[in-house]
């Protein structure tokens, strides 16, 4: 069956300091991948996707994620956080032939002064 | 720019009760979607449309109805509402399956 797991479900890190958020899926078919931010008491906001090509996405923000097909893992990073990026962080998988997308459980980020 | 609007944006029910939910998107999108979102949980697939007049089950459809008369609404139904289904309920909207979805604010349903 397909599956997002996202193992960590909070991450603590200093304002400044590099963040890494993962993503694992099991999905029989190529999927196309993607990572959304909730801020609290909003919608969810796309921040990239990868559905083919260059495994080394750029989104907005900032932000950036790895597709490795050897590891099932699609990582959201960023180099250097602000207290703005306090939200939580949703991955997802989809494939070609499927008509919808399953969300992970998400991680919400906390953010150091 | 409306993007994904959602109505009412909160909601308190008592148990046995019924209500609508509406969403309306302006991005003449093909597909619609319709999530709850519990605590720990993630983002859980209602009901889903892939067109006007279509309908489909997603991971948990029990309780609920769902109804596509027009491409720009999508209506969730409760017709007798239960504690377990309080909830944040969001409404999402794409062009394809693949493509992005753009999501409303949001709905916060309490049901006591």
């Known amino acids: 069956a397909q599956s997002v797991t996202q193992p960590d479900i909070h991450i603590t890190v200093s304002e400044g300091a590099s963040l890494e958020l993962r993503c694992n899926y099991s999905?029989?078919?190529?999927?196309?991948l993607f990572w959304y931010v909730q801020s609290p008491g909003q919608g969810l906001q796309l921040l990239l996707k990868y559905f083919s090509g260059d495994t080394l996405v750029q989104g907005i923000k900032g932000f950036e994620a790895e597709f490795k097909r050897s590891q099932s893992s699609f990582n959201l990073r960023k180099p250097s956080v602000h207290w703005s990026d306090a939200a939580e962080y949703f991955c997802a998988v989809g494939a070609l032939r499927d008509d919808k997308i399953i969300f992970g459980k998400g991680t919400r980020l906390h953010i150091l002064p | 720019n409306a993007g994904v609007t959602q109505t009412p944006k909160f909601r308190v029910l008592k148990t046995g009760q019924s209500m609508t939910l509406l969403c309306a998107q302006d991005m003449n999108h093909e597909y619609m979607y319709w999530y709850r979102q519990d605590p720990g949980m993630g983002l859980r697939l209602i009901h889903y449309?892939?067109?006007?007049?279509?309908?489909a089950k997603g991971e948990v459809p029990d309780g609920y109805n769902v109804s596509r008369l027009k491409k720009q609404n999508f209506l969730l139904g409760l017709e007798s509402a239960a504690p377990s289904q309080t909830s944040v309920y969001f409404c999402a909207s794409s062009q394809a399956a693949k493509n992005i979805q753009y999501f409303g604010a949001g709905t916060r349903l309490s049901v006591l």
């Open positions: 999905y029989g078919a190529t999927p196309y």
């Open positions: 449309s892939v067109g006007e007049g279509t309908t």
